[in-house]
């Protein structure tokens, strides 16, 4: 995937071994990798750095991998493959009751885990194609949601995770007010409502990128004081 925004995986996971073994063979699937070792890391991880999919050990030293489901699901629909090696019915259930989208029991092989995170990304990028239709277009942008590629002009451009994530909030809401703490809570989490400074870095940097005159902004227009919209010039 040459310049498509790479998926973001989250292991949560306290033994180094399997963490060893679970790093080569995710970046060698081209995945970009976040690592923690304790559920209160991991939940911070999953706050700040949004990851796409997370897989996490029921078993962490400073508490149970379940409330690190519990906690992430106040606020995200991220996909979470649980890692353990309690292989039983109850803690099975307990987790995806909660919230977890599949569950591999340790040993496991990669094969089976591989096929298993292929399938969460897919459904996931299945059901933003479905609930949006997945390419948007303004001016010469086009966004292309489920192939998580961005052009302008043809040409492909770059953008980090949480500027394709504040993107894509905005072209599935063309012409609407998005306010700071709708963007704030979408992007990074509830825990940064009120850090409206985040909004400016990354809507400059997304003008920067995607307008013609990054100053006088066409399509990425501040409202002051209240949030963004995105004129993507049919609402006018
Ligand atoms: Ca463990």
């Known amino acids: 995937m040459p310049d498509s925004v790479p998926i973001e995986i989250l292991l949560i996971e306290d033994d180094s071994q399997i963490r060893r073994f679970l790093r080569a063979s995710l970046l060698a699937d081209q995945y970009k990798l976040i690592e923690a070792f304790t559920a209160a890391e991991g939940m911070i991880q999953a706050t700040a750095r949004l990851p796409d999919l997370i897989l996490l050990d ?52 990669m094969g089976e885990l591989s096929a298993r995170i292929r399938a969460a990304v897919r459904r996931t990028a299945q059901l933003a194609a479905e609930n949006n239709s997945s390419e948007y277009c303004f001016g010469t942008v086009i966004v292309d949601l489920a192939k998580r590629i961005v052009k302008k002009g043809g040409e492909e451009v770059h953008l980090t995770p949480h500027e394709f994530k504040l993107l894509s909030m905005l072209v599935r809401h063309p012409g609407r007010v998005l306010t700071q703490r709708e ?23 997304i003008r920067r990128k995607l307008e013609t005159d990054p100053a006088q902004p066409k399509f990425f ?16």
């Open 58 to 109: 029921l078993g962490l030293p400073d508490g149970d991998g379940l409330d690190v489901i519990r906690q992430v699901r106040q606020s995200s629909r991220v996909p979470i493959i649980v890692l353990s090696a309690r292989d039983n019915d109850k803690d099975k259930i307990a987790a995806l009751d909660l919230g977890a989208d599949d569950y591999v029991a340790k040993p496991f092989s």
């Open 221 to 236: 227009i501040t409202e002051p004081g209240v949030g963004y919209r995105l004129d993507d010039g049919d609402s006018t």
């Open 183 to 205: 963007l704030l809570k979408e992007v990074w989490g509830t825990n940064h409502s009120d850090q409206a400074h985040y909004l400016r870095v990354y809507m400059a940097q």
